[in-house]
């Protein structure tokens, strides 16, 4: 059976747009200049349901996993890795670690894991469809040779 896909924080509504802008103005990424961005809570409300700073104020759980743990001191390196283990791709289309993703690492690890928060609604996928009927049509042309 095949693994399930992992989710795209890019994806999540708001993000792509917002990392774009953190490309232009780098300073936007900066998790010490967060109050002057508002634009970034606004995003980590849609996206998650709750802000950068209503994330830290939330008290982790005890069984907590310690790849979870201080976020804030890892490297985007680590929380890339963090985050594959929980099933969500961090990394733009390069394979690199988005730039916003110290700010968000925290409110998305909260949210998946249900302890706070919320994750947007995302359909599972379709089951690939078979072209079942394209061998009945063969199988029945064989009948009538017969």
């Known amino acids: 059976m095949s693994e399930p896909a992992m989710r795209r924080l890019i994806d999540l509504p708001g993000v792509d747009d917002l990392e774009l802008k953190a490309l232009m103005k780098p300073r936007l990424a900066d998790p010490d200049l967060i109050d002057d ?29 310690d790849h979870l743990r201080e976020l804030h001191r890892q490297s985007p390196a680590d929380l890339v890795e963090a985050f594959e283990a929980e099933g969500w791709d961090v990394t733009d289309k390069r394979r690199k670690p988005l730039r916003l993703l110290p700010l968000f690492a925290l409110p998305l690890a909260l949210a998946a894991r249900g302890v706070a928060g919320t994750l947007p609604f995302v359909a599972e996928p379709d089951h690939p469809t078979t072209d079942w009927g394209a061998s009945l049509k063969a199988e029945a042309g064989r009948f009538r040779k017969r």
């Open 37 to 65: 961005h508002p634009e970034v809570d606004e995003v980590a409300r849609a996206a998650f349901g709750l802000t950068p700073a209503e994330a830290a104020d939330v008290p982790l759980p005890a069984d907590w996993p």
